[in-house]
């Protein structure tokens, strides 16, 4: 990127996010279609972003792969809806603002100063992922 772009994790954000450890430039698509960093692993029915930077660096953190953890801005293509695998079901009123698309993100640039969950909460997170994981739960519901 051509230039660092700080933010806050403002909750009234007009920003969306995009957490990855996918190595992207200005302009690039994001598309649904590839296989999901969570779960089985099956292919991506949808492509998903945030509002707060608080849920984009969770969705870096936890990204599968060698890659550095990224942090994009990102533009919708097309119709958002809240995501169904945070929303209701684990935080009411989904104030994650966590939301899914059939359609592409495009990459409006990076953030590069943020800061991660501390070592022992990234822990704690993996553990819980991994024993639902265990018990067969689905952490994407498509």
Same mark, same amino acid.
Request: hydrophobic content about 30%; glycine content about 8%.
């Given at each position: 990127?051509?230039k660092s772009i700080k933010t806050t994790n403002n909750q009234n954000s007009e920003n969306y996010y995009h957490g990855t450890k996918a190595d992207l430039k200005q302009?690039?698509? %994001?598309?649904?279609?590839?296989?999901?960093?969570?779960?089985?692993?099956?292919?991506?029915?949808?492509?998903?972003?945030?509002?707060?930077?608080?849920?984009?660096?969770?969705?870096?953190?936890?990204?599968?792969?060698?890659?550095?953890?990224?942090?994009?801005?990102?533009?919708?293509?097309?119709?958002?809806?809240?995501?169904?695998?945070?929303?209701?079901?684990?935080?009411?009123?989904?104030?994650?603002?966590?939301?899914?698309?059939?359609?592409?993100?495009?990459?409006?640039?990076?953030?590069?100063?943020?800061?991660? !969950?501390?070592?022992?909460?990234?822990?704690?997170?993996?553990? !819980? %992922?991994?024993?639902?994981?265990?018990?067969? %739960?689905?952490?994407?519901?498509?």
């Amino acid at each position: 990127m051509d230039k660092s772009i700080k933010t806050t994790n403002n909750q009234n954000s007009e920003n969306y996010y995009h957490g990855t450890k996918a190595d992207l430039k200005q302009g690039d698509l %994001i598309e649904p279609g590839f296989n999901s960093n969570y779960g089985q692993r099956k292919n991506a029915k949808y492509i998903y972003l945030t509002a707060t930077l608080n849920a984009a660096t969770w969705g870096a953190e936890l990204a599968l792969g060698e890659g550095a953890e990224r942090i994009y801005i990102v533009e919708p293509t097309g119709a958002i809806e809240d995501d169904p695998n945070l929303t209701d079901k684990k935080f009411p009123g989904n104030p994650t603002k966590s939301y899914r698309s059939l359609y592409p993100l495009r990459v409006m640039g990076e953030i590069t100063e943020w800061e991660g !969950h501390s070592p022992e909460l990234l822990k704690e997170m993996k553990d !819980h %992922i991994e024993r639902l994981k265990q018990q067969g %739960i689905e952490a994407i519901e498509d």
